[in-house]
Antibody
């Protein structure tokens, strides 16, 4: 069965970096696009962008350029989200979420369990 | 910028039917597919409706989706409400080259 298993919670200081992983299993990793979605405490879902798992080409939503980087290691079927120069407002749960197809513009069908990133001094 | 507007909260009794709306700010909501995601407290979202009215396997047929072009809205209808349906529900569609989520609706089943 399809599973997306994310890395555990992180506590970071402002200015530090964090790398969240999303390990996929149960399907051919490079055949389905991967999205990243942010949920700040008590808030709604916010789409951060997606990465083409076949080409490695990322697409970032407005507001998620510069400090946010999507990457892949296809040898271990894992997608990564790296955030640099962390700010308090980056405190949120980050979800990886698989597209139904490879295009990045189809419905999301599977979600990771989420990774809480807390930024605090 | 295109936005999707949902009611902040709705409530209904067990066994009843509830409908959650999702209104597009501009253009035609029928131009792009709408998805609905359920998020129970403390859990990750799951997909309950995709491509306007399709149910993933495992989602009961108590859940249905529709589009009303006259009001530029999508709707999620849940019939035969159960306490386990209590959750936040998010609609999602597309605008140009981005994915857009509605603000979410908290469904209380009491």
């Amino acid at each position: 069965q399809v599973q997306l298993v994310q890395s555990g919670s992180e506590l970071k200081k402002p200015g530090a970096s964090v790398k969240v992983s999303c390990k996929a299993s149960g399907y051919t990793f490079t055949s389905y696009a991967m999205n990243w979605v942010r949920q700040a405490p008590g808030q709604g879902l916010e789409w951060m962008g997606w990465i083409n798992t076949n080409t490695g080409n990322p697409t970032y939503a407005q507001g998620f350029t510069g400090r946010f980087v999507f990457s892949l290691d296809t040898s271990v079927s894992t997608a990564y989200l790296q955030i640099s120069s962390l700010k308090a407002e980056d405190t949120a749960v980050y979800y990886c979420a698989r597209d139904q197809h490879s295009s990045g513009w189809s419905p999301i069908d599977y979600w990771g369990q989420g990774t809480l990133v807390t930024v605090s001094s | 910028n295109f936005m999707l507007t949902q009611p902040h909260s709705v409530s209904e009794s067990p066994g009843k039917t509830v409908t959650i709306s999702c209104t597009g700010s501009s253009g035609s909501i029928a131009s792009n597919y709408v998805q609905w995601y359920q998020q129970r407290p403390g859990s990750a979202p799951t997909t309950v409706i995709y491509e306007d009215n399709q149910r993933p396997s495992g989602v009961p047929d108590r859940f249905s989706g529709s589009i009303d072009s006259s009001s530029n809205s999508a709707s999620l209808t849940i019939s035969g409400l159960k306490t386990e349906d209590e959750a936040d529900y998010y609609c999602q569609s597309y605008d140009s080259s981005r994915r857009v989520f509605g603000g979410g609706t908290k469904l209380t089943v009491l």
